[in-house]
Every structure is written in structure tokens, then in C-alpha cells.
């Protein structure tokens, strides 16, 4: 009997290795190339800073076949630095979930180095990482290249660990300088259906997507994977060409996750995805938003009387954006609603975050 159960064990540990494979990847960790080092300007764009060589997402499930399930992120760049206003992409900022439980997603593998010509390497020392709490909700690893010099070449791995299956982020194809290569890869299995939403106008390169038989077990239950591929090349940087255009986050082409049910290997369903009533319901009890949408009657007396005269819906509906607008400045990226929100103060200070902002 023991051994049948050690062939088992066995038999469920290949099964999710090879379904974990990554696929073949064009660049090697450690090993610059000398076309990189000597690159002076990217032809297609000579006015960029900075260029995303190559960038990649690997997401796998990892399990024992019993209750201890969760998924690894694999995070690689590498990044060519062509001046000195290049140099914010050489401090890295990688955020960690955490629950209000004090369970937390875990950074593992971290590694970094800069290259600089002839082919000269300096690597990331331990003590150079600083990780911190960074809201209620994440903690923030920060890290910056050492050595880093105009014509610098940088590249860095990481993997996240994660029990949050409604944590899977998805992937930012497009950011403030333009990238040659960016790929999203995942091996899912069919316990976990997710929703997911390509954004942005730009067109993936690669759409990828193929069965899996029987990957992964759970409990006795086995499931089918889906292996998929999204690829971008040539991605142009992006750039908000309006004063009043809507926040970048509307239109970067980035593709996105969401769990929409989970299904037990009873064979039983949790559904995840939700009525846009349902949400609403949850944030007008949820404590800190709930309270907030209250104050909203006070802030009516803030408005300039002017704004509040116009007639017309829509035309008012303008005059209160422009004006929250020109009175705030952004002093925090969390976007969090259910972060330390704190309106009234935000307003009086004349200074919030996304989510204090946006609940006005």
C-alpha cells in the first residue's frame, strides 16, 4: 500500500511539472549581448530614454495533489538605458498582496544585474533590496541598479508566490517607453476559470492557446490545462497626448485577469464574478467606503456656485471634474478603494490619492 502511494505522490508531481514547462525563451538571465552594450538609439524611436528589450510573465500552478495549491509569477526584463532621464527604470518597485488575515504573497529569487561596456558586470547585492509596508493591503519591494551609467544594459528576475488565485494581475504590455518584446504566458488549470480583457488598441503579435490534458490533480480530481501565449512586439511608448485625456490605465494595451469560479474537485462551483449591483451593495457597506459616500452632501457645499448653476447635466457633471482636477495634486498611485481613505482631509490638503480622488 505505502508503495502504491509513492507512485502516486509521484505520478502527481510529473504531471504538474509538465505542465509547468516554460516555453522556449529568447534571452538567458546573465548573458548580455554586445549588440545591447553598444546599442546608441532605438531606430524606431531615437527620442526614447529608456527600451524594453525583451520582457516576459510565466504564471504556473504549483501543488501537492492534496490542499497546498498555489501560483509562482515569474517576472524577467531587461532594459536598455540610453541617457541619464532613463534612469528612473533603474529603481524597481515590486508590490506584495497581503490580506487583512496576514497572509501575504512572497518574493522569492530576486536577482539583478547592470552591465556596462566593454561588458562590465555588477551585481545586486542583498542589502541593496529594502521591502516596507506600503498600505494595508500591499507591501513594497524596492530595489535600484547599481552602477548604472548612460548606455547601461539591466536586467532582473524575480518569482511571486501567491495563494490569491483572485490576485492573477495579468500584464502591462505597453508602458512610457517603448519595448521590442513582451509576452504573457500561463498554464492554468481547470479548477480556475478566469475572465480576461485585452485592453488598449494595439494588436497581440501572438494569441496562443492549447488544451492540456489532464495536468493537474486535486484530491483524486484531475483537470484539463489551458496553455496560453500573449505576445506584443515593436510596442510603441505611450503617451497621453490631451491634457484631459482619462487616466492611461483606459487605454495602455495591457491584458487583464479576473476570477470568475473555482471549481472543487466535489465537483461542486464557487462563482466569483458579480452583478455590477451586487458590487455596488458591497462597496456602499464596506466600512471606509460606505463612509465616505456619506460625506458626499458636505463636499456639495465646496463646489464653487458657478459650477453648481449650470443648467445643463452634463456640462456641470465637466465643471466639477475640471475643477476637482486643478485642485488636487496626487501624492499616492494606490488605487486600492478599500485603503485608508481619507476624503475630507484629502480635500482640505488639497492632495489624495486615485482612491481618495475618485471618491469624490
Not at 493537474?216 to 490545462?225: D, F, H, L, P, V
Not at 490605465?249 to 462551483?269: C, M, Q, T, W, Y
Request: aromatic content about 12%; proline content about 4%; charged content about 25%.
Amino acid at each position: 500500500m505505502l508503495k502504491k502511494l509513492s507512485i502516486l505522490v509521484l505520478l502527481v508531481i510529473l504531471q504538474n511539472a509538465q505542465a509547468q514547462k516554460q516555453t522556449n525563451l529568447p534571452y538567458e538571465f546573465g548573458k548580455a549581448k554586445p549588440e545591447e552594450i553598444s546599442m546608441k538609439e532605438y531606430l524606431r524611436d531615437p527620442s526614447a530614454n529608456a527600451l524594453v528589450l525583451y520582457e516576459h510573465s510565466n504564471v504556473s500552478f504549483h501543488g501537492d495533489g492534496s490542499y497546498n495549491h498555489y501560483f509562482v509569477n515569474t517576472i524577467y526584463k531587461r532594459i536598455k538605458i540610453f541617457n541619464e532621464k532613463g534612469y528612473n527604470h533603474g529603481t524597481v518597485k515590486i508590490y506584495l498582496y497581503k490580506s487583512s488575515s496576514g497572509d501575504k504573497e512572497r518574493l522569492k529569487n530576486l536577482k539583478a544585474i547592470t552591465y556596462n561596456a566593454p561588458y562590465e558586470k555588477t551585481v545586486l547585492e542583498p542589502e541593496q533590496i529594502f521591502e516596507k509596508s506600503y498600505n494595508d493591503r500591499f507591501d513594497e519591494v524596492t530595489f535600484t541598479f547599481p552602477n548604472l551609467k548612460p548606455g547601461s544594459v539591466i536586467e532582473y528576475q524575480y518569482d511571486i508566490k501567491s495563494e490569491f488565485y483572485y490576485n492573477l494581475v495579468g500584464w502591462n504590455f505597453q508602458s512610457d517607453i517603448p519595448k521590442v518584446y513582451s509576452q504573457f504566458h500561463a498554464i492554468i488549470p481547470g479548477f480556475w476559470n478566469y475572465n480576461r480583457h485585452l485592453n488598449g488598441s494595439l494588436r497581440l503579435s501572438e494569441n496562443k492557446s492549447e488544451v492540456i490534458n489532464h495536468c493537474y490533480e486535486i484530491r483524486g480530481a484531475k483537470a484539463s490545462c489551458e496553455n496560453l501565449t500573449y505576445t506584443m512586439t515593436n510596442i510603441p511608448a505611450f503617451k497621453l497626448e490631451e491634457k484631459y485625456s482619462t487616466a492611461k490605465e483606459n487605454h495602455i494595451a495591457k491584458i487583464e485577469f479576473e476570477l470568475s469560479r473555482v471549481n472543487r474537485p466535489d465537483g461542486s462551483i464557487k462563482e466569483y464574478t458579480t452583478t455590477w449591483s451586487e458590487a455596488d451593495k458591497v462597496l456602499k457597506e464596506e466600512q471606509s467606503v460606505g463612509k465616505q459616500l456619506k460625506l458626499q452632501s458636505s463636499f456639495k457645499k465646496l463646489i464653487p456656485k458657478e459650477i453648481l448653476k449650470i443648467k445643463d447635466d452634463n456640462d456641470r457633471a465637466m465643471g466639477v471634474f475640471y475643477h476637482i482636477q486643478d485642485h488636487f495634486s496626487l501624492n499616492s498611485d494606490s488605487r486600492n478603494p478599500y485603503s485608508d481613505v481619507r476624503v475630507k482631509k484629502a480635500y482640505e490638503e488639497k492632495a489624495g490619492s486615485v482612491a481618495e480622488i475618485n471618491h469624490l
